[in-house]
Nanobody, 115 residues
Framework: QVQLVESGGGLVQPGGSLRLSCAAS????????MGWYRQAPGKQRELVAT???????NYADSVNGRFTISRDNGLSTVYLQMNSLKPEDTAVYYC?????????WGQGTQVTVSS
């Protein structure tokens, strides 16, 4: 019933930009804390950014100043605008939603930063 679907990943050159989207269904989106996580090859999944129900945001130090998380509660969608991309940003990016002690995950979208 709960579904999070990511889109917007792909191959981009270093210094380029991508915007990821995560469309939610089956939840009252506006009450959820939403976030983006990523998992690079051979590494643990790590937090990228979160956005609270009131729009307050937090970022990992590695992306702060380059990435922007936002949400559109009317469209039940959370976005991750990624600028000045670096090869070390290469990972599968996952959308996460949290409410009432329950976590939902999307299936992920691949982001590859390479020349």
């Amino acid at each position: 019933q709960v579904q999070l679907v990511e889109s917007g990943g792909g191959l981009v050159q270093p210094g380029g930009s991508l915007r990821l989207s995560c469309a939610a269904s089956g939840i009252l989106f506006r009450v959820y804390v939403m976030g983006w996580y990523r998992q690079a090859p051979g590494k643990q999944r790590e937090l990228v950014a979160t956005i609270a129900r009131d729009g307050r945001t937090n970022y990992a130090d590695s992306v702060n100043g380059r990435f922007t998380i936002s949400r559109d509660n009317g469209l039940s969608t959370v976005y991750l605008q990624m600028n000045s991309l670096k090869p070390e940003d290469t990972a599968v990016y996952y959308c996460k939603g949290d409410y009432g002690g329950v976590t939902s995950w999307g299936q992920g979208t691949q982001v590859t930063v390479s020349s």
